[in-house]
């Protein structure tokens, strides 16, 4: 047929070499191509993705780990709070829950690659913003809190505020982050800990009663196992260098 003919008289494409392809579509010699260039392809290739949709393809297929890993890496390349990372955050907090661990591998690739300074701010912002896009009652909070590589200190802040009184729609989810942080992260045991006591003790009464009773239960034992699954550790994290 024409189509058979066509395709046969087409030019072969080479098997292997990312500045080969990188030349086909910016139209120079693969020794050509700088790290500039294949940032910028790069990014045309993440607002490609982005824009077609094509995610749900990449979780079918078993290769959405690789392609948040690949957006992550390529965020940490870019200037802090800039206009590539925060539509990236948009990208990833549109959904939070299919696309959280693109914000674990984007933290990871931050943490691996700046200062702690630049980290902190970063996960400032990531984790605000989540904070205030996720319902009182969502886990997911909780689970990002004991994934992330570090925490900023501002997380403390947050938390402080979701169980600030007896009517925070969040109280429940506070109390148990707070109990999950103490048990699961040594560095955050002290501040989690004196918060819950400061809890024990205060003025309001429906404040009080429920945190008596978390720091009870964990004085007994009792969720414990719940929150640190047998043979596992919550600081082990699965995103490794692209």
């Known amino acids: 047929t024409a189509a058979a003919a066509a395709a046969s008289s087409a030019p072969p494409v080479p098997a292997s070499g990312g500045a080969a392809a990188a030349s086909r579509v910016s139209g120079v010699a693969p020794a050509e191509v700088s790290g500039a260039a294949l940032k910028e392809l790069l990014g045309q290739l993440t607002a490609a993705l982005l824009a077609t949709g094509a995610e749900p393809s990449l979780r079918v297929g078993g290769q959405l780990g690789a392609h948040h890993r690949i957006l992550g890496r390529l965020a940490s390349t870019q200037p802090l709070l800039s206009g590539y990372q925060g539509a990236l955050l948009e990208h990833a907090l549109s959904l939070p829950h299919e696309r959280h661990e693109l914000l674990l591998a984007w933290a990871y690739a931050e943490f691996r690659e700046h200062s702690l300074e630049r980290y902190d701010e970063l996960a400032d912002v990531l984790l605000?913003?989540?904070?205030?896009?996720?319902?009182?009652?969502?886990?997911?909070?909780?689970?990002l809190l004991l994934q992330m590589p570090r925490l900023p200190r501002t997380v403390l802040e947050l938390l402080r505020s979701d169980v600030a009184s007896a009517a925070s729609p969040r109280l429940t989810l506070g109390l148990t982050t707070l109990r999950d942080l103490a048990l699961q992260r040594d560095a955050w045991r002290?501040?989690?800990l004196e918060l819950l006591l400061e809890?024990?003790?205060?003025?309001?009464?429906?404040?009080?009663?429920?945190?008596?009773?978390?720091?009870?239960?964990?004085?007994?034992g009792e969720?414990?196992?719940?929150?640190?699954?047998a043979g596992t550790s919550p600081h082990i994290s699965p995103y490794l260098p692209i």
Do not use: Y
């Open 128 to 143: 605000a913003s989540l904070h205030e896009r996720l319902a009182p009652n969502d886990r997911l909070w909780t689970k």
């Open 190 to 192: 002290p501040a989690c």
């Open 199 to 220: 809890l024990c003790t205060a003025g309001s009464a429906p404040l009080r009663a429920p945190s008596i009773r978390l720091v009870v239960s964990m004085a007994a």
């Open 223 to 229: 969720g414990v196992s719940q929150a640190v699954p």
